[in-house]
């Protein structure tokens, strides 16, 4: 019998895998563990809740939120302390609230895992693999319009520039073509891509949905 524990385990290692999966990429080694711990994760289903269920094809399904914002301004929040806090020189927790100028300077948009995995593929194909995780920096359970704390903040922060990241695409000869080749939903990605840029807007991906796919 899995124990609680256990079960955990599994969660993390697979989630730890698919995070790296679509960042640095797997090795041979790593992409062998985690069909197995996809395996286990079946077995385990079918033991305990008497369900049938493929968890690799459910992952693949699940939304990913790619954000986009401009003109951010990080405010900060203190957390009220109480008086014993005070009295006992408790270091104060602050977190942070991103406001923009207008709503229109924050965007989002939702590929299935399977399709981020599939946007790493292509742009590894024209010659941008070196790039890719810094065109698109991937988050844990991170929204713009949610109070931040300060690791999250500087996260943020450090997002690259929108100039640079549409020079690098900038770079591949007759992309858009490339990509219409590739398929219509990988030409209106990349043209998305590019819109936000040129707009000024910063980039990432949100990979929240894959720590809930718990059954």
């Avoid at 790619?66 to 009295?87: W, Y």
């Amino acid at each position: 019998m899995v124990t609680v524990d256990e079960r955990q385990e599994l969660y993390t290692g697979i989630q730890s895998l698919r995070e790296k999966q679509v960042t640095k990429g797997l090795s041979a080694d790593e992409e062998q563990t985690l069909l197995t711990l996809l395996k286990q994760m079946d077995e385990y289903i079918e033991k305990v809740h008497k369900r049938q269920v493929n968890y690799n094809e459910e992952q693949m399904k699940a939304p990913i939120k790619v954000a986009a914002f401009r003109n951010a301004t990080f405010i900060e929040s203190p957390v009220k302390q109480s008086m014993v806090e005070r009295l006992l020189k408790k270091e104060q927790i602050v977190y942070y609230d991103l406001q923009v100028t207008s709503w229109d300077d924050v965007n989002t948009f939702e590929w299935s895992f399977r399709f981020i995995v599939e946007v790493k593929k292509f742009v590894e194909k024209i010659g941008l693999g070196s790039k890719w995780s810094i065109l698109l920096p991937v988050a844990m359970k991170m929204s713009p319009v949610d109070s931040l704390d300060k690791e999250e903040a500087e996260w943020l922060n450090l997002l690259p520039d929108p100039k640079w990241c549409l020079a690098a695409f900038n770079e591949v000869d007759v992309l858009e073509g490339l990509a219409k080749q590739h398929s219509e939903e990988m030409h209106e990605c990349i043209i998305w891509l590019k819109e936000q840029w040129e707009g000024g807007y910063q980039v990432y991906m949100d990979f929240s949905e894959l720590r809930f796919i718990q059954i």
